[in-house]
Structures are given as structure tokens and as C-alpha cells.
């Protein structure tokens, strides 16, 4: 069996990278766009094709919406406090026999923000702080309480509709909803060097984005990087994201063997 060279024969190669959310850790924390390497190719590589495949969409943790009330002194008996789905009622004395959830024990205007605060978390002492049979909120916590103000901050970042509004008649929320929160908006670009073969493309959903090839020779080893970013401020925790970067190309200072008789 002879061994002979195809001389100017280039056979097409396919690499390709899986890239979920843990592999963009370095991006959490802040907006700005982080590139990393996924695919190595030596020199020589010319890309002719290729696809960023979305599995399951990049969904990285944007601004948490927030609201606050702040008070001057403490409520009256039966006021209220509503936060999304819950109606939080004061009361000079817990309710007993039975008891009624979503009561909030009114002491001195510190101890009744706190209460309110202990009952929205689900901390604190049913029965005590607040009446029995109350549950923590399912979509809100309490940041912070201060003998004026109860901070609620959204457990997840973007945009939110969830209510808080009161009766209380020494105290007002600054907004009726919880407000300011910003989606995550993850991006990806894949690139060569400064060579871009896919811009921006919108990683927030499936689908399936063809790589445009330039025609160009790598003139030494490189990557196919990703540049992954996020619009918005502040970035909170990953969520979840499958990615497939397919890349196809050819290697044109190869020279191809093959077997023949």
C-alpha cells in the first residue's frame, strides 16, 4: 500500500464547545463584557462557517427592583401594609383562638418595622413578633429595618410588578410597586482576535445564529473567543444557559495524506 499526497487538498474540520453559565463566572458582579477563549486553531486556520447554538437561554441575574416605607411613628390597629399578594394588618395585641395570619404586633416604631420585617422574611418568632400561621414572602425580602424605614429588595433582578402599598398613617412607600429593576439582557459576540463573526447576538432565547466567515488566514495560533455582556448596572447571581459554539474550518498550510495502492 502506497502512502501518496494530495497536494492543495484541504479537508473541512469541525470543533466545537459547550459553554453553560458557570463558564462566565468571571462576568458576575458587573456590566462590563468579558471575553474568553472557547476553541483554539492553529495557524493557518481559515473559518468557512459555523454556528452559536442556544440550547437553553443565558439568563443572567439583573437589578433587583426595590421599594421602601418609611414611617414617623407607629400605625394604628387594623392599618395595613400590602405587599404583593400578602395584606400585612397591625395589631395592639396578636389575635389568639384562633389565630389569624399576617398580623404584626405594634410596639415602639423600631419593634414594628422590625416585626413587619421579621414576618415579610419569615424570621423572628410566630406568635410573638407576629401571629401564627404567617409565611414568609414568596418574591420580597427585607434588606434592611430601621426604626424609620423597611427596605424591600425583589429576590431576583428585573423588572417588577409585585404591590407595596399601605394605610399606615404615619408612613408611605415611595413607590406602589417595587421599582428599578433591570433584566439581565445577556449578549454574546464571537470573535477571532478583532475579527467579529457573530455581534451581539441575543442569547436570552433559544435559537440557532450562523457564524459569518471574513475569509481570513490566521498568520498565527489563535482562539474563537466569546464576548459575553450584560446590560445593566448591577449584576447579581447566574441563573441558568446552554450554549453550543460550533465552528468549521480549514487549515490551508496543511498537507493531506491519504492511503491509495
Not at 400585612?88 to 389575635?95: D, M
Not at 414568609?136 to 425580602?141: A, M
Not at 424591600?152 to 423588572?159: D, I, K, Q
Not at 439581565?184 to 470573535?191: E, M, Q, S
Given at each position: 500500500m502506497a502512502i501518496t499526497k494530495k497536494s492543495g487538498r484541504q479537508e473541512e474540520i469541525v470543533a466545537y464547545q459547550i459553554i453553560d453559565y458557570s463558564d462566565l463566572t468571571s462576568l458576575y458582579g458587573t456590566a462590563v463584557g468579558v471575553t474568553q477563549g472557547a476553541i483554539s486553531l492553529p495557524v493557518g486556520s481559515?473559518?468557512?462557517?459555523?454556528?452559536?447554538?442556544?440550547n437553553t437561554a443565558l439568563e443572567t441575574e439583573g437589578v433587583?427592583?426595590?421599594s421602601t416605607l418609611t414611617t414617623s411613628t407607629?400605625?394604628?390597629a387594623a392599618q395595613v401594609v400590602v405587599v404583593g399578594a400578602q395584606t400585612?394588618?397591625?395589631?395592639?395585641?396578636?389575635?389568639t383562638g384562633p389565630t389569624v395570619p399576617n398580623e404584626i404586633l405594634i410596639g415602639t416604631e423600631a419593634a414594628t418595622n422590625a416585626n413587619l420585617a421579621a414576618a415579610i422574611n419569615g424570621s423572628g418568632v410566630a406568635g410573638v413578633n407576629y401571629s401564627t400561621g404567617t409565611v414568609?414572602?414568596?418574591?420580597?425580602?427585607v434588606a434592611t429595618s430601621t426604626q424609620h424605614t423597611v427596605v424591600?429588595?425583589?429576590?431576583?433582578?428585573?423588572?417588577s410588578t409585585v404591590a407595596t402599598t399601605t394605610t399606615h398613617g404615619a408612613g408611605s412607600f415611595d413607590h406602589a410597586t417595587l421599582y428599578g429593576g433591570l433584566s439581565?439582557?445577556?449578549?454574546?459576540?464571537?470573535?477571532i482576535g478583532a475579527e467579529v463573526y457573530k455581534t451581539a447576538a441575543d442569547v436570552t432565547a433559544a435559537g440557532i445564529f450562523s457564524l459569518v466567515p471574513t475569509g481570513t488566514v490566521l498568520t498565527a495560533d489563535n482562539t474563537v473567543d466569546i464576548l459575553h455582556a450584560v446590560a445593566a448596572s448591577t449584576i447579581g447571581l447566574p441563573i441558568a444557559g446552554i450554549l453550543h459554539l460550533v465552528v468549521r474550518y480549514i487549515v490551508t498550510t496543511r498537507e493531506e495524506w491519504s492511503q491509495g495502492v
Open positions: 481559515l473559518v468557512i462557517g459555523g454556528s452559536l447554538i442556544v433587583k427592583a426595590v407607629v400605625p394604628s400585612y394588618t397591625y395589631r395592639a395585641a396578636l389575635s414568609s414572602q414568596p418574591t420580597v425580602v424591600l429588595t425583589a429576590y431576583r433582578g428585573g423588572v439581565g439582557a445577556d449578549t454574546i459576540a464571537v470573535k
